[in-house]
């Protein structure tokens, strides 16, 4: 691992210190000569040493940090190759293949790299194996996890939002690619999914000073945390929704009207969640407990599945997975444009409670 600049300098003052010749070299100005030149030094050293660092991560091939690198570093129809069966053209370049940008200028370039996020993994067999199970059931657990194979989750940018790569025709190029270039023998599953599904529930005590809440909707929020769930269903469809009569300005600031700490803070915290990173709750909380207005955010359910095909009927039912402390959505991200977030909001008048 490369070392801090700081620490560098360090060794280096403390050979110099060894030097009885360099004694004379003791200004203490910040800017003196010698101790710029130190500095110069120091950061030379640490940027050889970032280099080494990403090479020998990098290098060995065919490890996940390998297959990552190359994914990243796709560029989707770049120099055709007539005499290709897939229609790139792939050199050997610096000890790796890479693709002929020979006459691209740095936008063509960087334009043509669609893998802008990418998750590389595998299951060992010690990770499924149960010493205690049968022959079969072991065989059964091999498979069923698909051990050995190594999983490759890619996500592109459209409009600065995640996004999955174009299916068919870029995810069929690159899987191609990966086919040219990985070991032979090596099974890899590719794979470039919609945004997972995500439903939050929360009750959130806000500060009724601070964050707009309609009177009259008061009392819908109190029968949401004090009537079941089970029972609102049968009410609300007998009746028409409560919800829908709600006034869309609940949860906004007062001072201004168009912030919503609560949703805003929700949105903010899963848009920078890593790609392929798990959804903590804990997280979540934490991240509107520091949101403007808020005292005591409550997360009270979650609900989350994969995505549907366009074509297919939009899952209104995703998995309950409130029980989990934390989860990685199966695209590796979640579609946040799809995001449903119900949010009861109640003041925070607990000094005026009886007790």
Not at 175 to 199: M, P, R, T
């Amino acid at each position: 691992m490369a070392r801090t600049i700081a620490e560098i300098q360090k060794e280096i003052l403390d050979e110099k210190g060894k030097q009885p010749s360099l004694e004379k070299l003791n200004n203490d100005s910040k800017t003196a000569i010698w101790k710029l030149w130190i500095n110069i030094v120091a950061t030379a050293i640490w940027v050889h040493e970032k280099i080494v660092e990403k090479n020998a991560m990098i290098s060995r091939p065919h490890t996940l940090n390998w297959y990552r690198e190359q994914a990243l570093n796709f560029h989707y129809g770049v120099s055709l190759d007539p005499d290709s069966s897939n229609e790139m053209s792939l050199v050997w370049r610096d000890g790796s293949y890479q693709f002929d940008t020979t006459g691209l200028t740095d936008s063509e370039i960087e334009d043509s790299k669609i893998i802008k996020h990418c998750a590389v993994s595998e299951i060992d067999l010690e990770t499924v194996l149960n010493p205690d199970s049968k022959p079969k059931e072991i065989l059964s657990d091999y498979f069923h996890n698909k051990v050995g194979v190594v999983f490759i989750k890619v996500a592109t940018v459209k409009d600065e939002k995640i996004s999955r790569i174009d299916v068919p025709n870029q995810l069929f190029a690159f899987k191609e690619y990966i086919a040219k270039i990985k070991d032979a023998g090596n099974q890899v599953y590719i794979s470039s999914d919609q945004g997972d599904i995500l439903k939050l529930s929360l009750n959130v005590y806000v500060d009724p000073l601070s964050i707009y809440i309609n009177p009259k909707d008061l009392e819908y929020y109190q029968s949401k945390i004090s009537t079941p769930d089970s029972v609102l269903g049968l009410i609300e469809a007998n009746e028409s929704n409560p919800k829908d009569d709600l006034d869309p300005s609940n949860g906004s600031l007062i001072s201004d009207s168009d912030v919503f700490p609560v949703l805003d803070a929700i949105k903010d915290h899963l848009k920078n969640i890593e790609f392929n990173g798990a959804f903590v709750k804990t997280y979540l909380v934490d991240a509107v407990q520091k949101a403007q207005g808020i005292k005591i955010p409550i997360l009270t359910k979650v609900q989350t599945d994969a995505a549907t095909n366009p074509s297919d009927e939009p899952n209104t039912s995703p998995t309950d997975v409130t029980k989990i402390e934390y989860f990685i959505p199966r695209a590796g991200y979640f579609d946040l444009e799809n995001l449903e977030v119900e949010v009861n909001y109640i003041p925070y008048t607990f000094y005026r409670d009886k007790q």
